[in-house]
């Protein structure tokens, strides 16, 4: 990191921790104020919607509501300044800050204990390193994903990862299901007319060059797609910081940015491809198949990483070549034992009743 980057950031901190010391000097946290915040969205979701639907349903807090989308754009870097500044008075206001997400003005301060902050993170399981656990963690002036009081998980097996992407101790860290499950849990695989379909979702890789790379592999994977014998009507969720060029698509491809899509169309997929996205988890859930296209999976080692051995732990049939993936869907597709699909359901959903964010607001009221 360059010497004035690094004085830039060691300044921001500064600043930011005074303002905030500000901000709370005026009276601290006024009781019984939560604020659900994210600055990844203009709008909850996932987890944060569902666990807000609980504390409105109850109606005994003082319920605020802090929305960013921070999108990487010029006139979205000009707005996050003064974005931060306001969730440093959030903070700062709050008995208890709710995040689903990274969240910059929170590590630049020294947290005072009446200000507690939940991390209810946007993406279940542990497969690739996130957080602390990245390489890159470590060269950052501002530490990420410090300040945090609990965090709530989906499964008990993924409590080591979030320990180690997190800094926090392990008992707190609650594996007592993520509320946005619950909206999973009613929903059912959907049967439709037409033709087949299939979602192929690519992870976001970092970078002029990682974006390249996302866009070549999905070009790469809609030209192959035109060898399938049989019809498929082919969905391409692509991460929202992605730049789309002009592409004329064939009518029977579609490729859309909304996260919120996704969770939707998933049951209606009869396929779900995937390089390393944890949604190839959720997608467990429907018992249909999973494939995984990863072209890269050696350099994605060295420069992310697992927690766990990738291949193994989701026991899907894995790719390197998009024609190779075609060729499956045509031949063998239809053969495929689906016991590995069963075995990702085990371990991805323990808490399968239904009451994930009912569970999570019980705990954190007792937290008041």
């Known amino acids: 990191m360059g010497r004035l980057k690094t004085l830039k950031l060691t300044l921001l901190r500064a600043s930011f921790n005074l303002l905030y010391q500000l901000f709370y000097s005026m009276g601290g946290p006024k009781k019984h104020r939560i604020t659900f915040a994210t600055m990844r969205s203009d709008q909850l979701t996932d987890n944060l919607k569902a666990l807000h639907t609980q504390f409105v349903k109850d109606g005994q807090m003082d319920i605020q509501v802090f929305c960013y989308h921070y999108d990487r754009t010029f006139k979205s870097k000009l707005g996050f300044l003064v974005a931060s500044i306001r969730a440093l008075h959030i903070i700062a206001r709050s008995e208890m800050l709710i995040i689903d997400d990274y969240f910059f003005p929170l590590y630049a301060i020294n947290k005072h204990t009446d200000n507690q902050v939940v991390q209810l993170w946007h993406a279940i399981g542990s497969l690739k390193r996130f957080g602390l656990s990245l390489p890159t963690a470590s060269q950052s002036v501002l530490k990420p994903h410090t300040n945090y009081d609990w965090v709530f998980i989906n499964s008990i097996v993924d409590k080591p990862a979030y320990v180690d992407a997190f800094d926090i101790q392990p008992d707190h860290v609650i594996a007592n299901g993520e509320p946005m499950m619950d909206e999973l849990m009613n929903q059912r695989p959907a049967t439709h007319s037409g033709p087949k379909r299939m979602l192929y979702s690519p992870t976001y890789r970092p970078g002029v060059h990682g974006e390249a790379q996302v866009l070549a592999y999905v070009r790469e994977f809609v030209s192959?797609?035109?060898?399938?014998h049989e019809p498929w009507d082919i969905y391409i969720s692509l991460h929202p910081y992605l730049k789309l060029p002009d592409w004329q698509l064939p009518p029977h491809v579609h490729i859309f940015q909304d996260a919120t899509r996704v969770?939707?169309?998933m049951p209606t997929m009869d396929l779900f491809i995937t390089d390393y996205s944890s949604l190839s988890l959720n997608?467990?859930?429907?018992e249909r198949p999973i494939l995984l296209y990863t072209p890269d999976y050696q350099d994605y080692i060295k420069t992310c990483g697992f927690y766990?051995?990738?291949y193994q732990y989701l026991g899907a049939p894995h790719?390197?070549?998009p024609t190779a993936?075609?060729?499956f869907i045509d031949h063998d597709l239809a053969k495929l034992n689906l016991n590995y699909v069963r075995d990702l359901k085990a371990k991805t959903f323990p808490h399968q009743d239904g009451h994930n964010a009912q569970r999570v607001f019980q705990f954190l009221m007792k937290q008041l």
């Open 263 to 265: 969770k939707k169309i």
């Open 283 to 286: 997608f467990s859930y429907f």
């Open 325 to 327: 993936i075609m060729s």
């Open 319 to 321: 790719f390197e070549q």
């Open 224 to 228: 192959a797609s035109q060898q399938l």
């Open 308 to 310: 766990v051995d990738y």
